[in-house]
């Protein structure tokens, strides 16, 4: 069974927090922080209450790459211009990858797993009906909206601040190493699905033209 100690970059101990690295993230300037950093995310105090003491921890989990298999789709996205609905519509057959799938039954026993994909909000159907046929808990499963074109650190960071302003995140769990760094470096803990080779064709679809 896949343990969340045998992933890499164990170097990287995870920061279990209240909400972020330091409690819940809430802007000190109103609006979504720019890419650019130009805007100071501070901690503050959560309000009494807020979280009910037996509400259990997030585990944040993504999908491609993580316990869908998608190296399959990917010829439709070598040839310029990618053909996104072909890429989208063979999600429905994408293998199983045993090491995720079997570390979320495992966080699911005192987690509540919380899916955040880069996948389009148009896909929805296909990969809750996928999950359930793997027979993953599906509580939550956050979607990039159609028209979003941010890169998926980016999109990723912005769903987590809005998970860890009421719910403390234990662990979040990626294989792009672009997210992870991005994700670590604010203070997330966030561990590393390195079971499958990591693709420069998704690398490129997630955050050079953000579209998982």
Known sequence: MADPGRMSDRSAEPVVGTG????????AVAGEPSDSGGRQW???????GERAPDERPLAVIDVDG??????????FLRA???????????ADIDPPLVE???????LARDHDV???????????????????????PLRELRMRPD????????????????LGAHRRVAVVVDDDPAVV????????PVLRADWLAYEPTLGNAQNDEGRT
């Open 20 to 27: 972020g690295p330091a409690g819940p993230l809430l802007p």
């Open 42 to 48: 501070v901690p503050s105090e959560r309000v009494p």
């Open 66 to 75: 993580v316990v869908a298999d998608v190296r399959h789709r990917l010829k």
């Open 80 to 90: 310029l211009p990618g053909d996104w609905e072909a890429f989208f519509a063979a």
């Open 100 to 106: 995720g799938v079997e570390l979320v039954r495992s």
């Open 114 to 136: 919380i899916w955040l994909t880069g996948r389009p909000e148009r896909s929805r159907a296909t990969t809750e009906r996928w999950l359930r046929e793997q027979g993953l």
């Open 147 to 162: 028209a979003d074109r941010r890169p998926a650190r980016i999109f990723k960071r912005s769903e987590l601040r809005r």
């Open 181 to 188: 760094e991005l994700l670590r470096a604010d203070g997330w």
